[in-house]
């Protein structure tokens, strides 16, 4: 039973008309699957990357109680990168060579981990922000058309919520303290919000894959869409939490139905993606020492399951 | 030895979560790991963090035999035309009870 690729195209293309999900070993377009390689595979190095920020603070936690949740949020993260990396690998990926092109700088992750915490308030910080605005960006994706990333994602959505939630309790708890510790807040929030609305990606009239991404059922809301919605569900939040957001432009539209803000510093947002951030060196310099030291761990259980093996 | 071979990836392995007492075991992913009781703690690891299962099966992803898609309109054809196996098939009036 061999089918044309005419008849193959239009069975993915009804497949996907009719909103059911594509399956690993369904025939699917090269170009799908590369797309969705590389959007998984940026995914899964965003969160395997995205430990170092926050990781960075394990050791100094407040309390006992804040190390907990912070270690507990950070193998979250590495869980996160490891659905996803398994999901890649139902495209035919493989591991070693995602890993390979990380720490080779070939694949990207998201930018916003190139930018240091530089206090614990960035703790929470990121919790609210970042993780706020990868809620917003993974929700729709748990209706992806590729079902093995959207199931990873389902999952993933649902542990984000506790990323955020201890995120703005820390926040809460601090501004409740010193005038000290509010400003640490005030400094962390001015410094990570900008960055977070460029989490959502370039304004959609840059954005030229959009159109065919939302064709696939890979993308379901545009880049402008989103980081509307975040900031909308932002300001209220953070009016609550008794900080302001950096932004002078920033006010409720009635017309719109949204809140106006200020214009994002793409100009920022290329020097990072390029490389030139804040950390990029060192966020790949890191993964790289951390699997070069894991080789001989790798090597060890091999060698041990050969001999087991042989009896 | 074949040390090239080993350095690449761990062997790859499905797993299986029960979620609970009374439901069968799902297919939740997978994960590399060098023997079936390392890919047990890895599976317990990444797949059961929030008590997401009570028992958790293994199985190396190179010893599952799958049908494959090309065929699947031959291959599940059998069962496409025997109405007969559904109840709904057969015309019984309503006033018989308990049916």
Known sequence: MTETIDELQTHFDETLDADRRIEPRDWMPDAYRKTMIRQIAQHAHSEIIGMQPEGNWITRAPSLRRKAILLAKVQDEAGHGMYLYSAAETLGADRADLTDMLITGR????SIFNYPTLTYADVGVIGWLVDGAAICNQVPLCRSSYGPYARAMIRICKEESFHQRQGYELLMTMMRGTDAQRAMVQDATNRFWWPSLMMFGPPDDQSPNTAQSMAWGIKR???DELRQRFVDMSVPQAE?????LPDPALRWNDERGHYDFGPVDWDEFMTVVKGNGPCNTQRVAHRKRAHDDGAWVREAAMAHQAKVSAG | M????TDKNWPLYEVFLRGKRGLNHVHVGSLHAADAQMALRHARDLYT???EGVSIWV???RDITASSPDEKDPFFAPSGDKVYRHPTFYDIPADVPHM
């Open chain 1, 221 to 223: 809301h545009t880049n």
């Open chain 2, 2 to 5: 074949s040390a090239r071979a």
């Open chain 1, 107 to 110: 694949q990207k992750y998201s």
């Open chain 1, 240 to 244: 609550k939490l008794g900080v302001t």
């Open chain 2, 59 to 61: 199985v190396a992803a």
């Open chain 2, 49 to 51: 963090r929030r008590n």
